[in-house]
């Protein structure tokens, strides 16, 4: 690994010293790594493999080898371990197929590459692309609900203050809520403030002023009408404390599992509970998001044109009903990873 390493950098025409700035560890340990006398961490090796352009499964597979070499290469009984614990490896992997596939683990993993290359750059640098994904973000959000301002008339409304001939005033007051509602989420997260039910109901209020002000913030006290095949949203007597199961939950597992399955999870909990009687979509999507900023993504943006929207809800249902949740959680990861892509093309310009 110390060759891949030094022959990558060199490669780059990277000096120690600043392959070090950039991944803001000692000197002298980027020197040890290339000299061999001592190991990266997994999370040292996931920014080494994004900032040297070394491929990560490579680099990866280099790295486990010396690590099982350097545990157990001189043990007399070496071999036959390796062998059952070769064993013990597939069947662990077989009983936790169910939970995430390679194909999954594959796009977080090339997700998180591509992330780390966006760390280095300050908020200065990125706020253009953050305030355009922002507004594309409202106007796709409030479309896929049926808003019919385009983008430039969601631009106008919110960025200019203007009304826009022939648009009703729900779909200004729906632009302008949402955009007020991303700030209010990163607001919560620049303030490390908890996510709560609190929180949560907040949000909701934003979404629906001046829209449907009687249900703004306030639990749906009718049952909900399903079609046929489709899933079965909690009873209203049930929302209060599956809302607080919820956000317990959250809690629980917010640092175990990978962000992306956190946050897609979280909005299908939600759906699921189905807790407003309007506005769970936009509020479900905002919680997700709130969720991916939290830990350094960007927004994931559903596009609301006839074939993604189309896509999103068949996805989504498939998932709510048991049919294929991961499927979901791809199709979101997929968005993710445009989006990321597509900012390192912003910061290159």
Request: charged share 25%.
């Given at each position: 690994?110390?060759?891949l390493?030094?022959?990558?950098?060199?490669?780059?025409?990277?000096?120690?010293?600043?392959?070090?700035?950039?991944?803001?560890?000692?000197?002298a340990?980027?020197?040890?790594?290339?000299?061999?006398?001592?190991?990266?961490?997994?999370?040292?090796?996931?920014?080494?493999?994004?900032?040297?352009?070394?491929?990560?499964?490579?680099?990866?597979?280099?790295?486990l080898?010396?690590?099982i070499?350097?545990?157990?290469?001189?043990?007399?009984?070496?071999?036959?371990?390796?062998?059952?614990?070769?064993?013990?490896?597939?069947?662990l992997?077989?009983?936790?197929?169910?939970?995430?596939?390679?194909?999954?683990?594959?796009?977080?993993?090339?997700?998180?590459?591509?992330?780390?290359?966006?760390?280095?750059?300050?908020?200065?640098?990125?706020?253009?692309?953050?305030?355009?994904?922002?507004?594309?973000?409202?106007?796709?959000?409030?479309?896929?609900?049926?808003?019919?301002?385009?983008?430039?008339?969601?631009?106008?409304?919110?960025?200019?203050?203007?009304?826009?001939?022939?648009?009703?005033?729900?779909?200004?007051?729906?632009?302008?809520?949402?955009?007020?509602?991303?700030?209010?989420?990163?607001?919560?997260?620049?303030?490390?403030?908890?996510?709560?039910?609190?929180?949560?109901?907040?949000?909701?209020?934003?979404?629906?002023?001046?829209?449907?002000?009687?249900?703004?913030?306030?639990?749906?006290?009718?049952?909900?009408?399903?079609?046929?095949?489709?899933?079965?949203?909690?009873?209203?007597?049930?929302?209060?404390?599956?809302?607080?199961?919820?956000?317990?939950w959250?809690?629980?597992?917010?640092?175990?599992?990978?962000p992306?399955?956190?946050?897609?999870?979280?909005q299908?909990?939600?759906?699921?509970?189905?807790?407003?009687?309007?506005?769970?979509?936009?509020?479900?999507?905002?919680?997700?998001?709130?969720?991916?900023?939290?830990?350094?993504?960007?927004?994931?943006?559903?596009?609301?044109?006839?074939?993604?929207?189309?896509?999103?809800?068949?996805?989504?249902?498939?998932?709510?009903?048991?049919?294929?949740?991961?499927?979901?959680?791809?199709?979101?990861?997929?968005?993710?990873?445009?989006?990321i892509?597509?900012?390192?093309?912003?910061?290159?310009?």
């Amino acid at each position: 690994m110390k060759s891949l390493l030094k022959n990558a950098r060199e490669q780059k025409g990277l000096k120690t010293r600043e392959v070090a700035q950039l991944l803001s560890i000692d000197q002298a340990l980027v020197s040890k790594f290339e000299s061999g006398t001592r190991k990266p961490t997994k999370d040292q090796i996931t920014k080494l493999a994004a900032l040297l352009e070394i491929n990560f499964e490579t680099l990866m597979i280099v790295w486990l080898k010396e690590k099982i070499i350097h545990e157990i290469g001189q043990e007399e009984f070496a071999l036959q371990a390796l062998k059952d614990a070769e064993a013990e490896i597939i069947t662990l992997r077989i009983s936790s197929a169910n939970k995430i596939s390679p194909q999954l683990q594959k796009l977080l993993d090339e997700i998180d590459v591509l992330k780390l290359k966006t760390e280095p750059f300050s908020p200065i640098e990125n706020t253009q692309f953050i305030q355009t994904l922002e507004l594309e973000y409202t106007f796709e959000s409030n479309r896929l609900e049926g808003n019919t301002l385009t983008l430039s008339e969601t631009d106008l409304v919110v960025n200019e203050g203007q009304t826009i001939t022939g648009k009703n005033m729900r779909e200004h007051m729906e632009a302008l809520n949402h955009i007020e509602a991303i700030a209010f989420i990163k607001n919560l997260i620049d303030k490390n403030l908890p996510l709560n039910e609190k929180e949560f109901t907040a949000i909701h209020s934003l979404i629906l002023r001046g829209v449907l002000p009687k249900e703004a913030g306030q639990y749906r006290k009718i049952p909900f009408t399903v079609k046929e095949n489709s899933f079965t949203p909690s009873e209203p007597s049930k929302i209060q404390k599956e809302m607080e199961a919820l956000f317990n939950w959250y809690e629980m597992n917010r640092s175990t599992l990978h962000p992306i399955i956190l946050a897609t999870e979280m909005q299908q909990r939600i759906l699921a509970i189905y807790p407003f009687t309007n506005g769970n979509g936009k509020v479900s999507r905002l919680i997700m998001n709130l969720v991916l900023l939290q830990n350094g993504y960007l927004i994931a943006n559903i596009k609301g044109d006839s074939e993604t929207r189309m896509q999103y809800y068949q996805k989504l249902e498939n998932a709510l009903t048991g049919k294929n949740k991961e499927d979901f959680i791809l199709f979101i990861a997929q968005i993710e990873k445009e989006n990321i892509a597509r900012y390192i093309t912003f910061l290159s310009q």
